[in-house]
């Protein structure tokens, strides 16, 4: 697996991931998951899976058929839906935990998951079927190698997408640039809700944004709170059934927004005006 190295904020050293033990990824190589050693302790940490889902009774099913037998909990948050998602989730996992989003927006769902997650690793994805379950060994094995918080990337080699139009790619593009020079990060992707972290950190991801721009937030954390960061390559799929709820712009402005609002002033600042003044407009 390819795995990037990530600046720490405000750090000229860079980051590497050390190898993992043998044993530590010997469960993730197998079909079936080996959770006692021979001295009956736990090989492996506990996964909880936190999936958003509003109106998906025909994507949410191919998403769960999907899920690997390393996963321990799976919670669906439930958006107020119309349809019947809640009864096609529980058709296919019968044990999952159904969470009834108190409020509205991607950002609240995602705090109302996490509250309930009893696994040592959290790991967030799409009830759409953009992102495949399948790559999960890919970011645990980043979180056990020695990350805090593993964050899928489309522009990584093995990564990528077809879901791409020109003006969503030139937008995650500029997003990423002006996020990095505002945080003194080099991450390859930033709006791309497919990531992995230790449920520990949770009180350093604090989410008190409720809409879309809850991906960019979490990443602002990492920075904030100078979590390890590693990136793993993702491929995303185009939804199969109904419409996106994504607004290219005015999504993208919220995000653009949130970046400068919770920056920290630093010497990258004068590089930022121009964007802060056309933001501000």
Sequence with gaps: ???TESKLTNEVTKWAVPRPRRTQLASFADSERRRLDDRGERVCPSISVVIPALNEERNLPRVLEQ??????????????SSDYTVEAALKVVPQAKIVRQPGRGK???LRAGFSVCSGDAIVMLDGD?????????RFMEALISGAEFAKGSRFLPQGG??????IRRLGAR???????????????????????FWRRTLD????????????????????QNGLRVCEVPSFEHPREYGKSNLRVFHDGLSILRVILA??????ADSALRPVLKAADA
């Design 1 to 3: 697996m390819s795995i």
């Design 67 to 80: 899920m690997p037998d390393i996963v321990d909990e799976v919670v669906v948050v439930d958006g107020n």
């Design 107 to 109: 950002g609240d769902a």
């Design 129 to 137: 079927g953009s992102m495949s379950p399948s790559e999960i060994p």
């Design 161 to 166: 997408s077809d879901d791409f139009s020109a």
């Design 174 to 196: 500029g997003l990423r640039t002006i996020f990095n020079i505002a945080y003194d990060v080099s991450h390859t992707d930033l709006c791309y809700g497919y990531a992995a």
């Design 204 to 223: 350093q991801l604090t989410i008190d944004r409720n809409g879309f721009e809850v991906e960019t937030l979490l990443m602002i954390r990492t920075a």
């Design 262 to 267: 919770e920056r920290a002033p630093t010497r």
